[in-house]
């Protein structure tokens, strides 16, 4: 559990840097990996950030769309940095992650934001989440 809580991490800090940067999140990642392969201080990026990180990659514009739909009272371009990647991870691993638990990927989510955001930020992420789990089936359905 460990390892995936630091993927999960990882995965977060990359999304961020490429939103910070404007750069896309694949060119971040791939940035990571040259660097844990040729830095003995970088620790390897593991499968499971490669794997949320691409899939990410992959469902961008649909992620920023239900982010945008259901986030009553932001734009997504209005949201903390911090807040809008979380929210971007999380909802990538909630709709498209079907290993994942819904409940981990919710807390996991929440601890992201209690550890690097605001303090109001748990509960708005909680909330938006929270939102799009009670929607998964019909979200799913309309992907299909």
């Not at 809580?5 to 490429?18: C, S, V």
């Not at 844990?36 to 620790?43: E, G, M, N, V």
């Not at 990180?53 to 911090?82: C, F, H």
């Amino acid at each position: 559990m460990a390892a995936r809580n630091t993927a999960r991490k990882r995965a977060f800090q990359i999304l961020f840097e490429g939103d910070q940067r404007g750069v896309d999140v694949l060119t971040v990642l791939a940035d990571w990996i040259r660097h844990s392969r040729t830095d003995t201080r970088q620790p390897p990026v593991s499968e499971y950030t490669m794997q949320l990180v691409e899939g990410y990659a992959k469902k961008v514009n649909r992620i920023d769309e239900l982010i945008s739909q259901y986030a009553v009272g932001w734009t997504l371009d209005r949201m903390p940095v911090v807040d809008r990647n979380i929210l971007r991870l999380g909802t990538y691993e909630l709709l498209w992650v079907d290993e994942t638990p819904d409940a981990v990927v919710l807390d996991e989510a929440v601890q992201l934001a209690k550890e690097f955001s605001t303090d109001d930020s748990p509960a708005f992420v909680n909330g938006l989440l929270g939102r799009l789990k009670e929607l998964k089936p019909s979200l799913r359905r309309e992907e299909a």
